[in-house]
């Protein structure tokens, strides 16, 4: 289940960052540079310690079963440090999860030039109100940490906006898009 919430939360940061592409890519010599695709590091901790983050491409083109099998073996090899350098450089934004280790709330750091990074908490079951009804939902907290020379509060309000859109409606998130 957690691969499988990992590969959901990293295609709809990919679907989100199409749909706003203005957070998608790299500030150098005082300008933002969009990239032509999605490239996402995943802040991965190591077992002896120490953090890395290496690069998944085109997860907008992947389905989501490719996906998780494509983090479970970046994850497996980051962890063995048998990295390729080309998975280790380029990438447009870094998501961190940290809701495995019990935290509700991440507060990222953005590792430069990229201008974003999306930080996701644990799920946690809250009260709800859909449809007039209080229910029990599912809820995790996520954060945008972002780059204020290359970006505003509007566009990341954009970004989260979708990003919400795409993780309350998981069936978006199956298929790849064309």
Known sequence: ERALLAALQLRAVAL???????????????????????RIAIATSLR?????????????????????????????????????????????????NLGELGVESVFGVIYPPQVALVGFGRVVERPWVADGALVVARTVHTSLA???????????????????????QPEKLWKPES
């Open 16 to 38: 989100a960052l199409r749909d706003v592409p203005a957070l998608n890519g790299w500030y150098s010599e005082g300008a933002f540079l969009q990239a032509p695709d999605v």
């Open 146 to 168: 972002a780059d204020h020379r290359a970006t505003d509060g509007a566009v990341g309000a954009r970004f989260l906006t979708r990003l919400a859109e795409y993780l309350e």
């Open 48 to 96: 002896g310690g120490g953090l890395v983050t290496p690069a998944l491409r085109d997860i907008d083109q992947a389905s989501l079963p490719e996906l998780s099998a494509h983090l479970r073996d970046l994850l497996t090899r980051a962890r063995g440090g048998q990295l390729r350098s080309s998975e280790l450089s380029d990438a447009t934004i870094t998501v961190t």
